[in-house]
T-cell receptor
């Protein structure tokens, strides 16, 4: 079993839809949770960074962490074609090594 | 803020030659830099972690003598692929992390990646 599980998709939605992306994990020591967006042939771009459980909102993006269920989510409101990319969840314990999910390919159709 | 650059963005080389990739943090001092490798449609695989002025820590299965890492300053790390072969062709991405106000939070910021093709 992988430490971090993420559905690779692809996930196709119409423009304007609410997108829900999720990851589950098995290591209860993880404390820091991140979502990165990666466009084709580019490096990952940090979208959201959360410590421990709770919600965090930034513009159209909302990150949720439920440590009791070992489940994290990223919601994208009013999705745009420019949101089409691969979304990677990542997490770590108090060390500095990130563990990544496989990435979910998102396609927003206009 | 938190910009990381990589050079070159792409490189093509002949089998048996060595290739150097630079990673720079442009607007912050990086306590630690990381090197990843990414194959098509796969996630990032950590190759090594480096701290300024000390030897890099390599992940299991990564050849230290083949992938030489030098972290010369708080803003520059280099990865040298020695005696490259076609199986080394991949997308190499670096990241840099900084301490945020001494709180213990430390986020990785990624460079744009370098695509290496070995003929």
């Amino acid at each position: 079993q992988k430490e971090v599980e993420q559905d690779p998709g692809p996930l196709s939605v119409p423009e304007g839809a609410i997108v829900s992306l999720n990851c589950t994990y098995s290591n209860s020591a993880f404390q820091y949770f991140m979502w990165y967006r990666q466009y084709s042939r580019k490096g990952p771009e940090l979208l959201m960074y959360t410590y421990s459980s709770g919600n965090k909102e930034d513009g159209r993006f909302t990150a949720q962490v439920d440590k009791s269920s070992k489940y994290i989510s990223l919601f994208i409101r009013d999705s745009q074609p420019s949101d089409s990319a691969t979304y990677l969840c990542a997490m770590r314990d108090y060390g500095n090594k990130l563990v990544f999910g496989a990435g979910t390919i998102l396609r927003v159709k206009s | 803020g938190a910009v990381v650059s990589q050079h070159p963005s792409w490189v093509i080389c002949k089998s048996g030659t060595s290739v150097k990739i630079e990673c720079r943090s442009l607007d912050f001092q990086a306590t630690t830099m990381f090197w990843y490798r990414q194959f098509p449609k796969q996630s990032l695989m950590l190759m090594a972690t480096s701290n300024e002025g000390s030897k890099a820590t390599y992940e299991q299965g990564v050849e230290k003598d083949k992938f030489l890492i030098n972290h010369a300053s708080l803003t520059l790390s280099t990865l040298t692929v020695t005696s490259a072969h076609p199986e080394d062709s991949s997308f190499y991405i670096c990241s840099a992390s900084r301490l945020a106000g001494g709180t213990g939070e430390d986020t990785q910021y990624f460079g744009p990646g370098t695509r290496l093709t070995v003929l």
